[in-house]
């Protein structure tokens, strides 16, 4: 069996008060959709990468023939913000809780076809981005990214469908005890 990462490259950059979408935006040099290529790349479990460049809305019907043919998987993120609004960012939160509920009842419509979907949903996680947004932060209170793309390729490879994967930081990784 071949593992096939699909990335669908999606966003506008408006959130970030960018007119670039957000996949081709530099961080650290790379753009956002380089570095995504880069992490699958150094994984020896993936076998191929796909990298489709749609709007949002179009992922389902760009992606359905593919994965239903290879029997693949599609992973979408979210954050902590899908479970409740919060002040100021009620567009974040409502399309976080939208991306989740689309998962959910994408799975079910797929699931005959053995296709699977699923969300990881990481608590606040060190990237480029994050810095940009809030400054440093003490490493030992989030996430690395590393982890984040292991939890993701697991779940790649997992026979789970329609499932919220959430990514937490061990109390042993923070020094915390």
């Not at 990335?7 to 570095?35: D, M, N, Y």
């Not at 150094?42 to 709007?55: A, C, G, Q, S, T």
């Not at 954050?79 to 799975?107: E, P």
């Not at 790649?156 to 005890?177: A, C, E, M, P």
Request: glycine share 6%.
């Amino acid at each position: 069996m071949k593992n096939i990462a699909i990335i669908l490259a999606g966003g506008s950059g408006s959130r970030f008060g960018e007119k670039t979408p957000k996949q081709f935006l530099k961080v650290a040099g790379k753009s956002v959709i380089e570095h995504t290529v880069d992490a699958f790349e150094k994984n020896p479990l993936i076998d191929e990468i796909v990298v489709e460049i749609v709007e949002r809305h179009g992922a389902k019907a760009y992606s359905f023939n593919y994965l239903k043919q290879s029997k693949g998987h599609l992973l979408f993120y979210t954050s902590s913000s899908y479970t409740r609004g919060r002040a100021f960012y009620s567009m974040y939160s409502s399309t976080k809780a939208a991306t989740v509920n689309f998962v959910q009842a994408l799975a079910q419509e797929w699931e005959k076809s053995e296709i699977r979907v699923n969300v990881i949903n990481p608590q606040r996680t060190k990237t480029p981005m994050r810095i940009k947004n809030f400054g440093n932060e003490p490493d030992k209170t989030l996430l690395s990214a590393e982890k984040v793309a292991e939890v993701s390729i697991k779940t790649l490879l997992s026979n789970f469908t329609g499932q919220i994967i959430d990514v937490k930081k061990d109390v042993s990784d923070t020094g915390l005890h």
